[in-house]
């Protein structure tokens, strides 16, 4: 499986190896675990206890499926905590629904990237803490909330109100346009990881085929390279833009 980190079979592409802390392909098709493919050992496990129970997501072709209380907890190490971060996504949003990306709590709803926020019209948000935050439009330049994968890339650099301001996400190799920004406090503490849940507050409802988490902001170049290699990647599962 690692093959995946250095050279995407029979395509030649990479992913971006500096800062790589965790990566998730959901090419596993069944069981309890998604293996990293960072090559770094974050096994992550499907719902709130290592055997089936109500709050697994479900595997279909193209990788998981949440609704209701659905999440996959990716665990507590401190190297998926950094202050500076970018997180990259290939999701199918259900319209019109909430869906965190990526959470950094196991109790609270920040830090966390939502897909489609529980508020402000399911628009996208970087939320760190209760007052600071930043919107992105949903439909300006790509309408991300239209029922179909899109490839979503998140970036902060750091966790001070301050960053806010230079947060940014970019969907489909194109930059999505700030809505509204909020900065009067700081981002509150990391301390856990899940996918599709932002704590015990909002879950998501959609679907997932590829997360990845870096320790830093990714250029310009290396969100499209890692477009790129989550294309190929995902080749004969899902189609991306």
Known sequence: ?????????????????????????????????????????????????????TND??????????????????????????????????VKMTPAQTMPVL??????????????APFNGNRPLVWLAANCFRYFEKNNPVDVGDGNWHFLVFTCPGNAAADILTSDLVVDGQTQVVNSTTNTQAGAAKAACQLGAA???????GETAFVSLHSRVLAGAEKEQMREFARATLEGRVTLP
């Open 199 to 205: 704590g015990t507050v909002y879950f998501g409802e």
């Open 1 to 53: 499986m690692s093959i995946l980190l250095l050279a995407r079979r029979d395509s030649g592409l990479q992913a971006v190896a500096n800062g790589l802390e965790v990566m998730y392909a959901f090419d596993e098709g069944s069981g309890q675990t998604l293996t990293d493919l960072s090559g770094n050992g974050h096994t992550a496990t499907l719902g709130s206890t290592a055997g089936a129970d």
């Open 57 to 90: 997501p479900q595997w279909n072709a193209a990788g998981l499926a949440y609704t209701t209380d659905d999440f996959v907890e990716c665990g507590t190490a401190a190297a998926l905590h950094g202050d500076a971060w970018t997180v990259c996504a290939a």
């Open 103 to 116: 959470g950094w709590s196991s109790s609270s709803h920040v830090p966390a990237v939502f897909g489609a």
